[in-house]
């Protein structure tokens, strides 16, 4: 659980775009992984000015600072969010360990209490969620705490993060979940983790859905940021969009799976083509449709 420089610069961007404010939660305590000093380069580059800070209070992780021995200039997660104008008093996080003192010690996993329903403008889960098990009643109880108009972002590991924890999300499960118990999708993306940074490709449910094709060798991520429209009164466990589409718009559905000229030569060669070579043919596929596809995208660095 923790927030890289590309992420903190994410954060900084969505907040100055769609001026997001407190009471905030965050699930679990997140890693900072800067001082106070960088916290403030990151606002220069951005073009956004901080809330000044008189005394940062600093990481109360003893892990990261074994680690790495800079992390004894990090700062705390309540201080970051303090520099983007959120009060102290309304800075929240959750944990079901008492490790990093958190304000609200509570398993995701069990009801949370009613008195935080309806009651934060922001929820951050940046790598909390995958290493829940029973993740719907985690999803349910961010829906519950959210106000109206409130906004839940995550960013998820989606790819080659094996045994980090028990889940690697796909983008369709944001999508699926959210719009169907009474969200809206602000922005979408998946995340290629680079070598001197993120990169954020935009990620378009309607077109998506048939599959993505991206670099096997490469960490990705997911990133949603969510905004409440409504209450629902019995939260609903969605039906994934593929088969929404294959079950209710099939005609609409195989035209998806037809789109470009490349995906209707493919359906004619395995026609013909053995099923013992169709591992080959696809490996090869893979290849030219992520070199076909053109995608929008935006770096933020390491730096």
């Not at 580059?45 to 992780?61: A, F, G, N, V």
């Not at 600072?65 to 990090?74: D, V």
Request: glycine residues 4%; aromatic residues 18%.
């Amino acid at each position: 659980m923790g927030l890289p420089s590309p992420s903190l610069k994410f954060i900084i961007k969505m907040f100055k775009k769609h001026h997001l404010g407190g009471p905030i939660l965050t699930l679990g305590n997140q890693d900072i992984y800067a001082d106070y000093n960088q916290i403030l380069k990151y606002f220069s580059q951005l073009h956004y000015r901080p809330h000044h800070i008189d005394t940062p209070k600093l990481s109360s992780s003893q892990d990261l600072i074994k680690i790495n021995s800079q992390a004894k200039n990090y700062i705390h997660a309540s201080t970051f969010f303090e520099s983007l104008g959120v009060k102290t008093k309304e800075y929240f996080d959750i944990d079901k360990f008492d490790f990093d003192s958190p304000k609200i010690i509570h398993d995701l996993q069990q009801p949370i209490p009613k008195k935080f329903y309806n009651y934060f403008n922001f929820i951050l889960d940046s790598g909390t969620i995958e290493h829940i098990f029973d993740i719907k009643n985690v999803m349910d109880n961010i829906v519950k705490v959210t106000k109206i108009d409130g906004f839940v972002l995550h960013l998820t590991p989606t790819q080659n993060f094996i045994n980090h924890g028990f889940y690697q999300i796909s983008p369709t499960f944001f999508y699926d979940y959210y719009t169907q118990n009474g969200f809206k999708i602000i922005e979408s993306y998946y995340i290629e983790t680079r070598s001197n940074c993120y990169r954020f490709f935009q990620y378009d449910q309607k077109n998506d859905y048939t599959g993505l094709f991206i670099n096997p060798l490469n960490r990705i991520g997911s990133c949603f940021l969510v905004k409440k429209v409504k209450n629902i009164s019995s939260l609903i466990n969605p039906t994934q969009y593929y088969y929404q589409q294959i079950s209710q718009n099939p005609d609409s559905s195989k035209k998806d799976f037809n789109r470009s000229k490349l995906d209707k030569l493919t359906n004619i060669f395995r026609k013909f083509l053995p099923f013992k070579f169709h591992a080959y043919f696809f490996s090869l596929w893979y290849v030219l449709k992520g070199l076909v596809q053109k995608r929008k995208y935006f770096d933020l660095n390491f730096k």
